[in-house]
Structures are given as structure tokens and as C-alpha cells.
């Protein structure tokens, strides 16, 4: 029985997010230049994306570049912008083919204008697929949502639009950038750290999350299968206990 034969499919996580970490020290360990791993990471969003939709997940979400990541020496800024537009452009095809919607969350406005251009091109080209919803995490950051809402929902307080008693969880998600997006059942991060690096805090309140120290070139189909199949065999209580679960 292959990996994949042994998921449950009827237990599958609606919205798997990943981390996507280890492209430069995979490119080191070859003595090769960072932004070659990263252009190795292309292969990886590939294999996770026809995975993830092959087995039925509906939403995989991708953190391609933080708002952190502004600090990187500009050589390595100017080939992750430059490496976008050109994987949007030769990617289009196949997430036709696998009828993937691309979607993306984060200060868009930030990206090179070519970059947000053909970003809102595919978007728009890959509308009306409806297997999956990619949604790449560009120039996001967790902090910059929340605080991005807070202004939104203090300018509708401030205009009489809403009452302070308004304000709930369901309010906040609502103006989140994840607004149409549930909340991911699981959490992947690559490469062998353990942090969430200001991704998703509201989102990820009751995540699994699942850690693995394959470098992001190197994830491919069975990486995902695996992390899928731990995450099975998770209890989520979610804050009950497990002879609660077990009545129900
Ligand atoms: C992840 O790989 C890709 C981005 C953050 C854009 P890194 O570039 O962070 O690779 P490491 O962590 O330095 O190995
Ligand atoms: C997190 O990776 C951001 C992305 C994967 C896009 P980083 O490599 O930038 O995270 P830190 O800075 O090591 O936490
Ligand atoms: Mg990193």
C-alpha cells in the first residue's frame, strides 16, 4: 500500500498551511548561491500543490516571502520577485490542468508593480477552478493583518457603523485577509525550526502543527503524505477530554 492509499479520506484537513524553510541552506550545502535554492523550492510548491489537490485538500496556503523578509540583502530580494513572476507565468498551465485557483494574502502593494501585475493576472486567469484554493503568503505577516484590521474595525466603530459591543472572534476573522479562508486544521514547517516566524497567529489558534527538518527543495508528495497521516492520528480535544470525544 502506497503512503497516499493509507490516508484517510475521510478524515483529510480542509486547509493545510506550510512554512516553507531551507531554501539557502540547501543551496549552501552545495556551495551554490542562495537564490538557487529557492529556485529548487519551485519544484516543491509543484509536487505539495498537485499533492494536496490530487487527495482532495481545499485549500493549501504558502508563505512564500514575510514582511521580515524586506530585510534581506536586495541581490536575494530582487531574484525571489523576479523568480514570482516567472513561475506564475510557467506554472499557469498546470494549475489549470489541476484546476487550482491561485489566490494571495499580504501587502500586495509592496511587491515590484510587474510582480503584483502578473500576480493579479493569475489570480483572475485561474478564477474558475474550484478543486483547490492556492493562496501564496506575499510580503504577510501576521502582526501587519492584525493591525490592519484593528484599523478597519476602529474606522467603522469611529463612523457608527459598529458598537464596541459588536466586536467578537467572528468580527476580527472577518477582516482578516483570510476573511474566505477557514482556519488550517494543520500547520507544516520545513527545515528543522521550531517557530511560526509571524505567520497565521490568529489563524492557528487550534492548528496541529508538524515539524520536519526535510530542507523545502527537497519536500515532495510522500513529505506531505506523512504529515497528513500524523496529523490523523492526532486527538483534537479542543479543550474537552478525550472521553468527551469518545461519546460524541
Ligand atoms: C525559505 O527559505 C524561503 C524564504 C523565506 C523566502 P530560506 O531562504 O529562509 O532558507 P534558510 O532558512 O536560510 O535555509
Ligand atoms: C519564514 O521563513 C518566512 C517564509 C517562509 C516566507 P524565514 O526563514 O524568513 O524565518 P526566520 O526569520 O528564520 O524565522
Ligand atoms: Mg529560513
Not at 93 to 110: Q, V
Not at 144 to 164: C, F, Y
Not at 231 to 243: D, P, T, W
Request: glycine share 4%.
Amino acid at each position: 500500500m502506497s503512503l497516499a492509499e493509507k490516508i484517510d479520506k475521510s478524515k483529510l484537513p480542509l486547509h493545510i498551511a506550510v512554512i516553507m524553510d531551507g531554501n539557502g541552506r540547501w543551496a549552501l550545502k552545495q556551495g551554490k548561491d542562495r537564490t538557487f535554492g529557492h529556485q529548487n523550492g519551485v519544484e516543491a510548491v509543484r509536487e505539495s500543490s498537485e499533492a494536496a489537490a490530487e487527495l482532495g485538500v481545499k485549500y493549501l496556503t504558502l508563505y512564500a516571502f514575510s514582511t521580515e523578509n524586506w530585510k534581506r540583502p536586495k541581490y536575494e530580494i530582487d531574484a525571489l520577485m523576479k523568480l514570482l513572476v516567472q513561475t506564475i507565468d510557467q506554472e499557469i498551465p498546470t494549475l489549470n490542468k489541476n484546476k487550482i485557483r491561485l489566490n494571495a494574502i499580504g501587502d500586495l502593494k509592496s511587491l515590484p508593480p510587474d510582480s503584483s501585475k502578473r500576480l493579479e493576472e493569475a489570480i483572475e486567469e485561474t478564477s474558475g477552478n474550484d478543486r483547490m484554493t492556492l493562496t501564496l503568503a506575499l510580503s504577510y505577516s501576521s502582526r501587519w493583518e492584525i493591525e490592519n484590521a484593528i484599523k478597519q474595525i476602529a474606522h467603522e466603530v469611529q463612523t457608527g457603523k459598529l458598537q464596541p459591543r459588536d466586536i467578537d472572534c467572528n468580527l476580527i476573522s472577518r477582516n482578516l485577509t483570510t476573511k474566505d479562508i477557514p482556519d488550517p486544521e494543520l500547520l507544516i514547517r520545513t527545515s528543522g525550526e521550531y517557530r511560526i516566524s509571524n505567520f497565521l497567529l490568529w489563524q492557528i489558534a487550534y492548528s496541529e502543527l508538524y515539524f520536519t527538518n526535510v530542507l523545502w527543495p527537497d519536500f515532495r508528495k510522500e513529505d506531505l503524505y506523512k504529515a497528513i497521516m500524523d496529523y490523523q492520528c492526532r486527538e483534537r480535544r479542543f479543550g474537552k477530554i478525550s472521553e468527551q470525544l469518545k461519546k460524541a
